[in-house]
């Protein structure tokens, strides 16, 4: 059990309206991300942050963004959620340096309807 | 850019069998490697990993080698089990930039008595 949180666990809402995933930790690792994971795409990088109210830009950033206020608490916002970001969302977390074991929350099931 | 190309799926063995899932890569630098499992419903765990050019991750019974030569991380298995079918990523994690991860498409695995 890697101490990673994420909530809620499963979603439904509707187009058009703002959703904000919550992930916490109690492993005070200094890196934590969010990945959305899509049938024929693995795991792709949405976000990412390497301290306190310091994030930056993954590979499929666009429609979401992040903050982060202490350590243990990184939160995704779907400002105007669309059917293409039905999907799922891991949350993980790392000490940051290369080689370093990037460990993996349960997952939030989010669909937008 | 960074990219990982694993084989598709799905894998179906018979119990006992041998198992390979190939994965190549693509970087810049020297990347660290890694190989993460996915039970249904959970999150990724990681499986092993391997930070340099002919170190070899080792974990459950899994094996795989860092081959420069070749760009590749093969994941092997001398007898799987039932327990074994999952989804299987391979990873290569980016020196510097705090560590972020490049995920194949996934190949999962389906093992049956």
């Known amino acids: 059990d890697a101490g990673i949180t994420q909530s809620p666990r499963h979603k439904v809402t509707e187009t058009g309206t703002p959703v904000t995933l919550r992930c916490h930790q109690t492993e005070n690792h200094r890196y934590m991300y969010w990945y959305r994971q899509d049938p024929g795409h693995g795991l792709r990088l949405i976000h990412y942050s390497y301290g306190v109210k310091d994030t930056d830009k993954g590979e499929v950033s666009d429609g979401y963004s992040v903050s982060r206020s202490k350590t243990e608490d990184f939160l995704l916002t779907l400002e105007s959620a669309t059917s293409s970001q039905t999907s799922v969302y891991f949350c993980?977390?790392?000490?940051?340096?290369?080689?370093?074991?990037?460990?993996f929350g349960e997952g939030s099931w989010l669909t937008v309807v | 850019g960074d990219s990982v190309t694993q084989m598709e799926g799905p894998v179906t063995l018979s119990e006992e069998a041998f198992l390979t899932i190939n994965c190549t890569y693509t970087a810049t630098g020297y990347p660290s490697l890694f190989w993460y499992v996915q039970y249904p419903g959970e999150g990724l765990q990681l499986l092993l990993k391997a930070t340099k050019a002919d170190d070899k991750g080792s974990n459950k019974g899994f094996e795989a080698t860092y081959r420069k030569e070749t760009t590749s991380f093969h994941l092997e298995k001398g007898s799987v089990q039932v327990s074994d079918s999952a989804v299987y990523f391979c990873a290569l994690g980016i020196t510097g930039g705090g560590n972020k991860l490049t995920f194949g498409t996934g190949t999962q695995l389906k093992v049956e008595l």
């Open positions: 993980a977390i790392s000490q940051g340096n290369s080689g370093n074991t990037i460990y």
